[in-house]
């Protein structure tokens, strides 16, 4: 597509829900990265994809966070036993390749209730 | 030392001043530093890339200062849509670095 594309736009969970989000990144762009937005913060690193291989995760606050990017476009970030504390807005971003900036999706905002 | 840092502002200048931000990072060995500009409740959109020296584009100039690690962006003839967060990023081990913004109020 044009862009990319997240979805939903807006998500409310009970906490203890389970929740996934979608990410679906430029076509032809082999890299994919899950930022986690608080409010006044800037963008932090949760994971980084490029194609369908998992490269870096290490930014994923808990192991109740889990993405994956099966065929190496449409990505999903899946957050189990939602606490308040996971309230944010989730970006995704896409690039062709290292040393390219980032084209970021509207985002997921995240409202754990 | 946090990898990447900015004066959070907010800058409050008028119409047609000239404003610059800094931003300092820690990994000497990164090679390509980005401005991006985000609005409120919206996403960031990449505004400059800087590789070398420097770039301009119309109004804005990013420039970078390798010996004391420090990116900036010069923006002239301020226009009231200037207003905005602008964040840089710059390369860690696999993914950007983002620093939490600079908040920017152009006013009447």
């Known amino acids: 597509g044009a862009g990319v594309s997240q979805s939903p736009r807006y998500k409310v969970a009970k906490r203890g829900q389970d929740v996934a989000l979608r990410c679906d990144p430029i076509?032809?762009?082999?890299?994919l990265f899950w930022y986690q937005q608080a409010l006044g913060q800037g963008p932090e690193f949760l994971t980084y994809f490029q194609n369908e291989a998992q490269l870096d995760k290490s930014g994923l606050p808990s192991d109740r966070f889990f993405a994956e990017r099966p065929e190496g476009s449409v990505s999903t970030l899946k957050i189990q036993r939602t606490q308040q504390e996971d309230s944010a807005v989730y970006l995704c971003?896409?690039?062709?390749?290292?040393?390219?900036?980032?084209?970021f999706g509207s985002g997921t905002r995240l409202t754990v209730v | 030392r946090k990898e990447v840092e900015q004066d959070p502002g907010p800058f409050n200048v008028p119409e047609g001043a000239t404003v610059a931000f800094n931003c300092t990072y820690s990994?000497?060995?990164?090679?390509?530093f980005f401005w991006y500009r985000q609005d409120c409740r919206k996403e960031p959109k990449l505004l400059m890339s800087v590789y070398s020296s420097g770039n301009e584009d119309g109004r804005f100039t990013a420039q970078l200062n390798r010996a004391s690690q420090y990116i900036s962006l010069l923006i002239r003839d301020s226009k009231l849509s200037d207003s905005a967060t602008y964040l840089c990023?710059?390369?860690?081990?696999?993914?950007?670095?983002f620093g939490s913004g600079t908040r920017l109020q152009v006013q009447p």
């Open positions: 076509s032809g762009h082999v890299s």
């Open positions: 971003a896409s690039s062709p390749g290292a040393n390219y900036g980032y084209t």
């Open positions: 990994n000497s060995a990164s090679q390509s």
């Open positions: 990023a710059v390369p860690g081990t696999r993914a950007l670095t």
